[in-house]
């Protein structure tokens, strides 16, 4: 059948119509937000290149963790900005950090969200990098001990979900295995599988104080410009336990984000990372954006692509502009 019968207008001539046959559907749940905690009481750092977003005391991160179960977003994911930092980050395993104190003020504050902790150690690190060094290369399996500490010290305190990024060989068997004999077997680990070695993560760096004091992250992180390999990681991933996985960055990755959807049968998690929030709040701050509207569309590129839940800044405006409709 050809023009005039067909016209795919007819499902396009309304709002009311769009949203009904519409494919991809945006639900605040599947939202969740990154928070940056710091010691100390009534913190409200700004991050200069984030615009709108802060490093928090653990008491601002309950009234943060308030909104957004207001909003109805599904959790928050936290990363620790110690007092003291050491060659072996061993604050990311002390119980008294800024992420264990977060995790348990946000379960009294905001019962409803599900509490997820990133594992890594490049922000406790006084070199910056992602586990102990071997003169100038971070050591592999070393750091699984290491990560394994913390993970476990997150699920004391409370956490839903453990999310290793430091990309080591071998970590999800090693904290799966340390989680279990410490006795969280129902915790789940969310595995950043494909988190490449991507120059999106400068604005993070910032939030993190967490930039190498030398060299880079390009042994262990992906390489940009292999998506095979990506599959290969999650499998491996899976093998070792992982009950989620996340591709990171997410708006660049969109290809391997579908490819992942179409092999994997856990959640897909994406990262709609800090420089992909910071190029659209300059592009909307110079008036070349709507802001909103930019926010809505990349995310629901990111879902369209096949992410089941997504990690962004814009959580919980996107929850509204969503339940708005937007």
Known sequence: MTFPIVRPRRLRATRAIRRMVAETRLHPSRFVLPVFVVGGEAVRKPIRSMPGHYQLSVDQVA???????????????FFGIPDEKDEMG????DPAGPVPRAIEAVATAAPGLVRWADVCLCEYTSHGHCGPLSGDVVDNDGALPLLSQAAVAYARAGADVVAPSDMMDGRVLAIRTTLDEAGH?????CSYSAKYASAYYG?????????????????????????????REVRLDIDEGADMVMVKPAGPYLDVIKAVSQMSDVPLVAYQVSGEMAMIEAAAANGWVDREKVIVESLTGIARAGADITLTYFAVEAAGLVEAGS
């Open 90 to 93: 061993s604050g990311a395993w």
């Open 185 to 189: 077997p129902d915790t789940v680990i």
């Open 63 to 77: 009234l943060l963790a308030k909104e957004a179960e207001s909003a109805g977003v599904g959790g928050v994911i």
């Open 203 to 231: 604005p993070f760096r910032d939030a993190a104080e967490s930039t190498p004091a030398f060299g880079d992250r390009r042994s262990h992180q992906m390489d940009p410009s292999n998506a095979r390999e990506a599959l």
